[in-house]
């Protein structure tokens, strides 16, 4: 049933079996979009890329994109930062067109298909095409950004606050279970390629374009069952970048909202460079195979799985406030010792993923339930593009300042371990949230529990 205004609660009239159908539909995009983040992002198109760039190089390792002079090592990390910041232009469009018409469906598609068509076009990564890598990769992480904005503005519509962290929290696992599904197939392709008869840059392309498939496919599910709400006629004269700015103006009437948003943009920057730069350091600094790489990433997408359920039950008796900031703590500690692993030691390379995993999930998860309770009834869209803002318009400074501290000092160890200052400050500034009265302020109910 229609509503004539977004809501930050389900209606009333809306009965539980509809509910739950449409959060059902809701866990699949992240099914559907999830592959990319893990089989593309983290597993195998950071080494590959950056083996193409060095194929590309000049004699003292450097590519010339657009004349500038890029270490072939860095041109990956580097990519990674372009596609934030051209998210970051394009989010507030998509977050002012869905609150303004109402339908999100339609915008969810275009951006998630746009992205599954960029993902399978990799297959056609070959030789020395980096620059292809390049414009593909921001396509299909600005498509991923803007998909995001939307699927996660949903959320606060679909699920009552006491709801929140679970539903969530089961988003998040649905996601890492389908990437653990396809990895799987994946290593057996890769392991197994001669049998196949392909060769193993075959196979790792067909790896790349097969979450493009994935995606694409998958998305057809949350697009069926969740459904769209009228927007209020009052907004319907906002503007992208002018709504942006209406919208940091808004939040100005609630500074715990911002002072969460800064929070969270900056230890997310830490979260989303490990996620995107682990392989690079595996496989570049730590000579790790393509398969242990795998193997690893599929341990952590397991363990996120679990890591994400159970951090949801953390917080049902912690607060999610708590249990996030425990989760910083534990990153700190696993990243730092990143900085110590030796050299061509799967084992330690798999306890480290382990530590990863147990955290990810559930520190991105209770994030996006902790900050649906902030957000004021009607600007879910809106001020849910401001958090994808922060989560992914600052994520260009961590893989920045990785890239350029492998170029300056030729060590992706120093790399890694500058990452720690992002969890550190991101835990500073966390804990100094009143949440309780940031949901108070935002008009919302505050649960007993948060």
Request: include cysteine; aromatic fraction near 12%.
């Amino acid at each position: 049933m229609g509503t004539d205004t977004v809501r930050a609660t389900p209606p009333a009239d809306e009965s539980a079996a509809e509910r739950r159908r449409e959060q059902r539909g809701w866990y699949f995009y992240d099914w559907a979009c999830s592959v990319y983040s893990t089989s593309v992002l983290t597993v195998f198109l950071g080494p590959y890329l950056t083996e193409i760039a060095k194929s590309a190089a000049d004699a003292d390792g450097y590519v010339h994109p657009l004349g500038i002079p890029v270490s072939a090592g860095s041109f990956f990390a580097y990519a990674v930062s372009a596609s934030v910041i051209v998210s970051v232009f394009v989010m507030p469009l998509a977050g002012a067109a869905a609150d303004r018409t109402g339908r999100k469906k339609p915008l969810l598609a275009a951006a998630a298909y746009l992205g599954a068509a960029a993902t399978a076009g990799m297959f056609f990564l070959d030789g020395d095409r980096y620059l292809l890598g390049g414009l593909l990769l921001i396509v299909a992480n600005t498509s991923l950004a803007v998909s995001m904005v939307l699927y996660n503005s949903y959320l606060p519509q679909i699920a009552p606050p006491e709801e929140r962290d679970a539903v969530s929290s089961r988003g998040w696992a649905f996601g890492y279970a389908s990437g653990a599904l396809v990895l799987v197939a994946n290593l057996v392709l890769f392991l197994a390629h001669d049998t196949f008869g392909v060769s193993e840059s075959t196979a790792v392309r067909i790896c790349l374009a097969s979450a493009g498939v994935w995606w694409g496919a998958f998305t057809l599910v949350p697009l069926r069952r969740l459904r769209d709400r009228k927007a209020p006629p009052s907004e319907a004269s906002a503007r992208g970048w002018r709504q942006l700015a209406s919208t940091v103006r808004d939040m100005r009437r609630h500074p715990h909202t911002l002072s969460f948003l800064l929070a969270y943009l900056v230890y997310n920057d830490g979260v989303q460079t490990v996620i995107s730069q682990a392989s690079v350091y595996g496989s570049e600094e730590l000579g790790l195979g393509q398969s242990t790489l795998i193997v690893a990433v599929l341990l952590v997408q397991v363990l996120a799985v679990v890591g994400a359920l159970a951090m949801g039950r953390l917080a049902r008796t912690y607060g999610a406030k708590r249990t996030i900031l425990g989760s910083l703590v534990a990153w700190t500690v696993t990243i730092g010792a990143g900085f110590f692993l030796p050299a061509g030691a799967p084992v330690w390379f798999f306890v480290l993923a382990a530590g990863i995993g147990l955290v990810l999930g559930g520190s991105q998860a209770l994030s996006r339930s902790l900050f649906s309770h902030l957000v004021p009834a009607g600007k879910e869209a809106e001020y849910f593009s401001a958090y994808e803002i922060s989560d992914r318009g600052m994520a260009w400074l961590g893989p920045l300042i990785f890239g350029l501290t492998y170029q300056l000092t030729g060590s992706y160890r120093d790399a890694i371990v500058s990452l720690v200052a992002f969890f550190v400050i991101g835990f500073v500034l966390l804990a100094r949230v009143p949440v309780r009265r940031a949901i108070r302020d935002a008009g919302n109910p505050v649960p007993d529990r948060i």
